[in-house]
């Protein structure tokens, strides 16, 4: 069973930086892309930011384009996304989804495996 392991989620004052993780495992897959998603308290889950495998193509949703970056190890299938000049606004539970057939999307549905999720809150 494929298992997404994230980590590097916690509370930090506005302004500050965090860097989550993301690691698949427990299974073999084409893994073609990465994302990164939110959810705060009574809202629908967003999509945050993507990264596509091999070429490591980004694509960032608008509020966090200068703030946040995603990059990638394609040795050990590990993604990250670092997170500066948190605001209060960011505050919620990350995710880490990886889409085995389809690259770098913005959709919920295009993602075939997910994490537990991460909390992250920022202070103001």
């Known amino acids: 069973q494929v298992r997404l392991v994230e980590s590097g989620g916690g509370l930090v004052q506005a302004g500050g930086s965090l860097r989550l993780s993301c690691t698949p495992s427990?299974?073999?897959?084409?893994?073609?892309?990465v994302g990164w998603f939110r959810q705060a308290p009574g809202k629908e889950r967003e999509f945050v930011a993507a990264?596509?495998?091999?070429?490591?193509?980004?694509y960032y949703t608008d509020s966090v384009k200068g703030r946040f970056t995603i990059s990638k190890e394609n040795a050990k299938n590990i993604a990250y996304l670092q997170m500066n000049t948190l605001k209060p606004e960011d505050t919620a539970v990350y995710y880490c989804?990886?889409?085995?057939?389809?690259?770098?999307?913005?959709?919920?549905?295009?993602?075939?495996?997910w994490g537990q999720g991460t909390q992250v809150t920022v202070s103001s």
């Open positions: 989804a990886v889409a085995r057939g389809l690259s770098a999307t913005s959709r919920t549905s295009d993602y075939d495996y």
């Open positions: 990264i596509n495998w091999p070429a490591g193509n980004t």
């Open positions: 427990g299974g073999s897959f084409f893994l073609r892309g």
